[in-house]
């Protein structure tokens, strides 16, 4: 078996090592003191509060239509499509039942009828001269084509079918072709305007309900005449509007077809207390407010009254000059 002979030599670098190592952190910088940990300070909580106040609140319904009348009249050709000889109205015109105010460019059926006319003078004249069965049935021929051509005739021509005023106008030029039943002229009576308005929830009024109306800045009396609720009890299973008539004076016929609000008072509270809407917190059944009572902040039940888009009224809980803490 052979022996391992550690020289003198190998002792005294050995030894070295084992002096190092036992020096601990020889090598290695002094261990840093340890921090104490900061201390924060506290800041004092800020609030923001709203001084409960005693004003008049009102609860409103607004609902915006358009001015239109209550009585209105389309006219058009009836009989056939044709070109457009011209239109004699303008918006704005006041025009008589039974007045020309559009016809066709028929020269040849009006040269047509004025033959006609002369062949039912001379089938007259025969008829009148022999009292022959053949010359009056020859009459009545005549008169069948003279009919004819007449209904052809006013069939290219437009009358007024009221007596108002001209609210609309097709824009057409002299030549172009119009179809039957195409609206050419409308008219209206422009005493009977009244705010036609599309309402989602048919409960919002009631006939007979008194409102305010804003036209342009100015605000009128009206009163509602007609709901979705009489609409679908006459049928009209889609029944959306509600009309108001002007009680008093109305905008004018200016501003047909301008927009119209129509403001209801559902409710009203004069001298009441009253904080903003969005402070009001719900829990469950519970319905109450945070305060600031001094430094300290405590939650108090309330009762409330009406409410608008932004304030409610507070009819229990609270006190005029309290603090609600708003954030």
Known sequence: MQKKI???AAILVLAGTIAVLSSGCYFFPDEEPLLEPPTLDVSEVVYYTYTVTRKDIVSQTIQSGYLVSGVQSDCFFSKYTGQLKNIYVNPGDFVEEGQLIAEMNNGAIEHLLKIQQLKV????????NSGSAADRLQLEIEKSTLDQYRDEYEGGRVYATMTGQV???????PGDSVDPYDIIVSIVDPEKLCVR?????AGKFS?????????NGDIYDGIVVRTPREEIEEGDTEGDKVYVEFTDENPGFGYLGSIANITKIKAKSENALVIPKHVIKTDGDRTYVQLLRGDEK???DIETGISNAVETEILSGLSEGEE????
């Open 197 to 201: 308005a599309t309402v989602e929830n």
């Open 6 to 8: 550690i020289k003198p």
């Open 298 to 300: 405590v939650e108090a």
């Open 121 to 128: 003078e001379l089938a007259q004249l025969n008829y009148n």
């Open 324 to 327: 609600v803490i708003i954030k």
């Open 207 to 215: 006939v007979d309900d008194p409102v305010t109306v804003e036209v």
């Open 167 to 173: 609210s609309y106008v097709k824009t057409l030029n």
